[in-house]
């Protein structure tokens, strides 16, 4: 299993659903991935851990005050809190949530790019997390009618590069740690706000998005394809929380 324990700045540390009825949410997605889904805990800042074969997937907690729709949030790593939250600042993004301590040993903060795609920065301990397995996170994207013009902010934001691929005919951003793309931007005529969308890894999308629907979610989106990358469908789960699922294209014999 692909375990992550190592995030280096700017790499995509967590993923959590905020929403309206956790324990709804939980049989859900327990019923959907085979997730187990502990009790929320005033150590974990009131969310139910989400793990795999005993490894953290994702976590599911309680709507924020003033929020009232169910939201998945995605969270980049950061050295320094204070000096990303700074440099968010600085490049016209908004702080939504003041550096903070919500569990012992985890700092945070929540901020929105110049388009509105809300996110989080994480400096904390380096803890486990699943990847790239049936049921775990495979993959992050900002959706945005614009999403090139907020490279600048991510640049320096995350210190992450910007290159390009092609999805299609579509040019499609990445987000770059080194080497390694960590995250994708696409470009979206949808009307939709900006926001990050997170992909879960199945290894059959008909027959999960059949589930997801038998489980009291909707598809958002028809099924899709892409050389290179595979198949996908957006789904909204019962609380309205969007998410995606991706059958990801075999290796190469």
Same mark, same amino acid.
Request: proline fraction near 10%; aromatic fraction near 10%.
């Given at each position: ?94 702080? =939504? ?76 951003? =990445? ?79």
């Amino acid at each position: 299993m692909p375990i992550e324990d190592d995030f280096p700045q700017g790499t995509p540390i967590w993923a959590d659903l905020q929403t309206g009825d956790q324990p709804a949410a939980s049989t859900f997605y327990r019923d959907l991935f085979g997730w187990e889904v502990a009790p929320a805990s005033p150590d974990t800042g009131g969310y139910g851990m989400a793990s795999l074969s005993g490894t953290p997937v994702a976590a599911i907690g309680p709507l924020p005050p003033g929020n009232v729709h169910a939201t998945w949030t995605v969270y980049f790593s950061v050295d320094d809190l204070e000096v990303a939250v700074d440099a968010a600042r600085a490049a016209d993004g908004s702080i =939504l949530m003041e550096p903070g301590e919500v569990s012992p040993g985890v700092r945070l903060a929540i901020v929105a790019d110049p388009a509105g795609g809300v996110f989080g920065l994480w400096q904390r301990r380096a803890d486990p997390w699943l990847r790239d397995e049936p049921g775990a996170v495979d993959w992050l994207e900002l959706v945005a009618a614009d999403p090139a013009s907020t490279f600048p902010f991510y640049e320096s934001v995350l210190g992450v590069g910007i290159s390009e691929m092609r999805v299609g005919t579509e040019p499609y951003g =990445l987000f770059d740690v080194g080497e390694t793309s960590v995250a994708g931007a696409y470009r979206s005529d949808s009307g939709d706000p900006a926001h990050w969308l997170v992909y879960f890894n199945v290894p059959d999308l008909d027959a999960a998005g059949a589930q997801a629907t038998e489980l009291g979610g909707t598809l958002r989106t028809e099924p899709m394809s892409a050389p290179g990358v595979g198949r996908w469908v957006e789904i909204v789960d019962p609380q309205g929380a969007a998410f995606a699922l991706l059958e990801p294209e075999p290796e190469p014999a």
